[in-house]
């Protein structure tokens, strides 16, 4: 399943939508409650993904921020999220 989330949300048809939430919305909804049951660092990667659709670069700071307490227990997670 992460495999697939992470080719999902790397497909180049999400950076042409610039106003489009889609991947926000499938984080939201689905990813944001996996934390626990997928690879940190893959999840760490979706995170990292989904955010590039915040038009706002503080926005998607605390985003990453958001995604980075949820790993609190993988530092590598962590710093991956971190350094983004």
Avoid: W
């Amino acid at each position: 399943m992460a495999d697939e989330l992470l080719t999902y949300t790397k497909a180049k048809c999400f950076a042409e939508f610039e106003n489009d939430d889609g991947l926000l919305r499938l984080y939201n909804e689905m990813v944001k409650d996996l934390h626990n049951k997928l690879n940190p660092l893959k999840y760490a990667t979706i995170t990292v993904n989904c955010s590039v659709q915040f038009a706002d670069l503080d926005k998607a700071i605390e985003f990453l921020e958001e995604g980075r307490e949820r790993m609190k227990n993988n530092v590598d997670a962590r710093l991956y999220l971190r350094v983004a």
